[in-house]
């Protein structure tokens, strides 16, 4: 089992910026992880994702060369930098982990959720 805790949200003007963090627990080695939001009314989308070393990472093209994901296993957390935001940008945003170390830009593909934390771009 993982479980994972996201944390960063909130309020932030158009342009600005904000950093969304993953904590996962449990079995978290060897698990690529991703990033997904879903805002009011919408469908769940994905936003980007990273292999287990790192080595690997991929973007929506809504957020390529504004968002960037990273990851420290040392400290099993998983971060979202978001840059220039838009109010666009306006959503809940889930923290998820697969059981393997492949990426994957699909939703389903990924086994664990966070609760979710909020961001709210404001123009």
């Known amino acids: 089992q993982v479980q994972l805790v996201e944390s960063g949200g909130g309020l932030v003007q158009a342009g600005g910026s904000q950093r969304l963090s993953c904590a996962a627990s449990g079995r978290t080695s060897g698990r690529a992880m991703g990033w997904f939001r879903q805002a009011p009314g919408k469908e769940r989308e994905f936003v980007s994702a990273?292999?287990?070393?790192?080595?690997?990472?991929y973007y929506a093209d809504s957020v390529k060369g504004r968002f960037t994901i990273s990851r420290d296993n040392a400290k099993n957390t998983v971060y979202l930098q978001m840059n220039s935001l838009r109010p666009e940008d306006t959503a809940v945003y889930y923290c998820?982990?697969?059981?393997?170390?492949?990426?994957?830009?699909?939703?389903?593909?990924?086994?664990?959720w966070g609760q979710g934390t909020q961001v709210t771009v404001s123009s």
């Open positions: 990273i292999g287990w070393s790192g080595g690997s990472t």
């Open positions: 998820a982990a697969r059981r393997f170390a492949a990426v994957s830009t699909n939703g389903e593909a990924y086994d664990y």
